[in-house]
């Protein structure tokens, strides 16, 4: 390149283009040592060959002339003052260092030495390890009910317990959820039972949702737990609209959303993220990173440094945690909590996970990963025992309680599973409700083609669904 | 800088030129050509041009008819001219007060000397001001509603009485303030989201579909979401395609949702009070063209039902069924029928989800025979499904196939004169009439 470098004019722009190609300023800036004055005071005006130091000068000179700034290495735009500088340097795609990620246990459930952590009492933590369990347990036992097909469909959460029980475990009652699907550990922890996730999943008559979803597409108002909506990241605008509320109201509370690393490439994401910032919204941001997103790999979803580098770019106060790690999820959810509230910001949390299961009962994902690959993230990087082995430690665990808790627990769910197998389905009025506060006439209407249709081919309408 | 320019309707409300809100239009060249369209006059000839139209093209009449038509488009306008203009607007108000009589007991009009006139714009600020004063969780978001006071002025004022947070100026993504709109209404706000223009809420059709629409039923009942999404749509006076959308037609399938078109300023504000009370979401469409209206209305608190049609001008000969913009061509078109002899009931249906088939129905039972005319493509508007719900329900009421005029299935053209093609003329609607009266 440096045999192109003639010092005229055009050449000048040439080279310019040149590294505006590449994008390399190590190439552009030996050719502009040559041609460009440097940073000398600016009341010397250098009338210099080429078009862009000219426009600078020109500008610092107008800023002298017009402000009383002293300091005339600063350029005013709309927006604020900016300081300028006269080489041409492009901020590179990423930082040399990734994001460091906090965690405060290691692989083993040590506690690693100068751990910053909020402390957890025993009840809490026994609690926050016993849902873990539960979760684990009804994911286990609700997937073999749809292998065996007692249920039309199913979506696990395997691996990302500790981001699920964790989170909750941080929150208040008055916190509002917006979970993207793979969230129940969140409704768990506030009190959910196993009967009613039971209920939702065969969309039986006592289903809050009255049948109308699929399975795991839960939602409680009374537990702040807003229905699962299908469609990727709409949940995250819904938020803030949610804080934006709360800030209306003065609550001390805060919404909270979950979404995946693929969530975060919709465009609701970032317009969400936008509005928080500027709303100052009380909104926690959740993003659970378990590396896929169906069958796409996080490298075929972003090519920045994961989904914590995007809060900077908003003006969000971001951070990266180990999501497999009870304790740093805790800790960081609670932090994020406070400042959300108190400062009347968002915060963008960033939890780093492997979703160990399938995408859903419709997905087998040794199609595109290694089974070893899912083992191992599934045995050596558990979170469950990774907690497990904390609590321990502290004396608040035994294997008579792990054992007391799944025979329990595995008690529990089988007769949830019966029960709502056994209970009637939604009457099919509901099929007609809710659309509107009032069912209008057309609606009316066509429930009685419906009912008509039914008197005339009863054999072919469902018998577990009563009229 | 978009949408500093308030083109207003050139019919009847001649006050309308007069308005100092919005930029006049005598500052324009539109204005110029406009005033000489009033004031000019096509004459004699115009009679006969009325008779040389085509009956057959009533929807894309052909070029060859294009000057004959405009000519006597140009005759009915000028018979508002000078002269005319004064008993025009007399005999307009005069209608208003007669209809009023013959309207549902839910609206009273202004008979007496009470009340006050203020133009459309005004009259939807006045709803939403004093629905913002009644309620505490009344919020307003959208684009530039803060305090630039709204593209349109409806939200003008808001912020400096309510706040910056109560009348939120939002960054610019439809999908995610509509979302917000939803997340707050779940919470227990209720939300007034405006889209600078109904164009731009395809933007927001996720949100509108999938969540606002659905989440009160997939919830089982749980979380209401009462938003009021509004804001004005319709072709205007050459916005250009993507400016002058329909979207009616759009959302009128999502289920969940309720659709209302105002007209006048008494419904604009009375619709704007039912829609915020609401508990289900409501899309209230005002029209680009409509917002300097001038009329008087009441001055105690009054509210028109959502799902009520409005009866323009009782009649016995056919029933015309129209909304929005559309009301106004079809009130001109009437004057020419009425002259000619016929005799023509309009009903502004207002309610487009869901169609108030109780008013439209009594109405095709008396008269036996349907026009439509909208503002809608042909394709699949509100015309088209209006058909069907009236050939389904009232078959056998009817002694001529129902009509509908709509647009063509074009985007609107930027030229003036092509676009005021696309829009169904007061030449055409007579044409129509009168080729159903046969």
């Known amino acids: ?467 | 800088h978009k949408y500093l320019f308030i083109f207003t309707e050139e019919i009847n409300f001649t006050a309308i030129l007069t308005s100092p809100s919005i930029s006049p239009l005598r500052h324009s060249p539109w204005g110029k050509k406009m005033a000489a369209r009033i004031h000019g006059g096509a004459g004699a000839g115009a009679a006969t041009a009325l008779s040389t139209f085509n009956p057959k093209k009533l929807v894309a009449p052909s070029r060859t008819n294009l000057p004959a038509a405009r000519s006597s488009k140009r005759c009915i306008v000028a018979a508002a001219g000078s002269d005319a203009s004064k008993s025009l607007r007399v005999g307009h108000s005069q209608k208003l007060i007669a209809n009023a009589a013959v309207a549902t007991k839910a609206e009273t009009s202004a008979t007496t000397g009470t009340g006050h006139e203020l133009l459309l714009f005004e009259a939807l600020q006045e709803g939403l001001e004093e629905e913002m004063d009644r309620d505490p969780h009344v919020c307003v978001m959208g684009e530039d509603v803060g305090h630039y006071g709204g593209s349109y002025k409806v939200t003008k004022g808001l912020a400096d009485k309510f706040g910056d947070l109560r009348v939120l100026d939002t960054p610019i993504c439809e999908n995610a303030f509509t979302g917000m709109g939803i997340g707050a209404a779940m919470t227990g706000l209720r939300p007034v989201i405006e889209g600078m223009n109904m164009g731009f809420l395809l933007l927001a059709f996720n949100q509108i579909s999938n969540n606002c629409g659905m989440l009160h039923y997939t919830s089982g009942g749980q979380f209401t979401i009462p938003v009021v999404i509004r804001g004005p749509g319709g072709v205007g006076r050459q916005l250009g395609a993507e400016h002058s959308q329909r979207l009616e037609s759009y959302f009128q399938s999502i289920p969940g949702i309720q659709m209302v078109a105002c007209s006048t300023p008494y419904n604009a504000k009375g619709l704007m009070k039912a829609a915020i009370r609401s508990e289900n979401p409501v899309i209230l469409f005002e029209h680009v063209l409509l917002y300097n209206l001038k009329e008087k209305i009441p001055d105690e608190e009054y509210i028109c039902n959502l799902e009520e049609a409005e009866m323009v001008r009782p009649g016995e000969h056919i029933t015309i069924l129209t909304y929005s913009r559309m009301r106004y061509h079809v009130m001109q078109a009437a004057k020419t029928l009425v002259n000619k002899g016929y005799d023509p009931e309009v009903i502004d249906i207002r309610s487009l989800k869901p169609f108030d088939l109780y008013t439209i129905g009594n109405s095709v039972k008396k008269t036996h025979r349907v026009l439509i005319v909208e503002e809608c493509m042909r394709t699949g508007g509100i015309g088209a499904s209006l058909t069907a719900a009236i050939n389904e329900n009232f078959h056998d009421y009817l002694d001529a196939p129902v009509m509908c005029l709509s647009s063509q299935d074009v985007p609107t053209p930027y030229a003036g004169t092509l676009e005021e093609w696309t829009v169904v003329q007061p030449a055409q609607i007579v044409t129509a009439v009168e080729q159903l009266c046969q």
């Open chain 1, 1 to 467: 390149m440096a045999q192109h470098l003639k010092s005229s004019k055009s050449t000048f722009l040439n080279v310019l283009r040149h590294s505006l190609a590449f994008g390399s300023p190590s190439h552009a800036s030996p050719h502009l040592r040559h041609n460009l004055p440097h940073g000398g005071p600016p009341s010397i005006k250098k009338v210099s060959p080429n078009p862009l130091t000219r426009l600078c000068n020109t500008m610092v000179d107008t800023l002298s002339s017009s402000h009383e700034d002293t300091n005339s290495q600063v350029m005013d735009f709309p927006g604020g003052k900016v300081s300028f500088t006269p080489e041409i340097r492009f901020i590179s795609e990423s930082n040399e260092e990734r994001v460091p990620c906090y965690r405060v246990l290691d692989d083993n459930g040590q506690q690693l030495p100068n751990s910053q952590f909020v402390p957890v009492s025993k009840e809490i933590a026994v609690k926050m390890y016993s849902d873990m369990v539960t979760l684990q347990m009804m994911d286990n036992i609700f997937y073999e009910a749809q292998r065996q097909g007692r249920l039309s469909f199913y979506a696990t959460a395997y691996g990302e317990e500790a981001i699920n029980i964790a989170s909750a475990a941080a929150l208040s009652p008055d916190d509002v959820i917006f979970p993207q699907y793979r969230e129940p550990g969140v409704l768990l922890w506030r009190g959910f039972t196993l009967q009613e996730f039971a209920n939702q999943c065969f969309g039986n008559k006592s289903d809050y949702g009255k049948g109308r979803q699929m399975p795991v597409h839960y939602g409680s108002n009374k537990l702040n737990y807003f229905t699962v909506s299908a469609t990727i990241a709409t949940q995250l605008p819904n938020a803030v609209g949610a804080a934006y509320s709360l800030k209306m109201d003065g609550k001390d509370a805060c919404a909270v959303t979950f979404f995946g690393d693929g969530g975060s490439s919709e465009g609701d994401f970032h317009a969400a993220m936008n509005f928080a910032a500027v709303m100052e919204a009380p909104v926690l941001f959740i993003c659970r990173n378990n590396g896929w997103a169906i069958s796409t790999p996080t490298s075929d979803q972003f090519r920045s440094d994961g989904v914590v580098v995007k809060g900077r770019a908003y003006g969000i106060r971001s951070i990266r945690v180990d999501g497999n790690d009870a304790l740093a999820m805790y800790s960081a959810v609670h932090e994020a909590r406070e400042m959300a509230i108190r400062e009347h910001r968002p915060i963008l949390i960033e939890a780093l996970t492997y979703r160990v299961g399938h995408h859903s009962t419709s997905d087998d994902s040794t199609r595109y990963r290694s089974a070893d690959e899912i083992e191992w993230w599934n045995k050596a990087r558990n979170p469950l025992s990774r907690f497990r082995t904390w609590v321990e430690s502290n004396g608040w665990w035994s294997d008579e309680a792990e054992s007391d808790l799944r025979s329990r627990i595995k008690k529990e769910m089988l007769e949830a599973i019966r029960v709502a197998e056994k209970t009637e389905k939604p009457n099919l009025n509901h099929m007609f409700s809710d659309v509107y506060d009032v069912p209008p006439l057309n609606l009316r209407e066509q429930e009685l083609l419906v009912r008509q249709a039914i008197k005339s081919h009863p054999q072919d309408y469902p018998s577990d669904v009563p009229l």
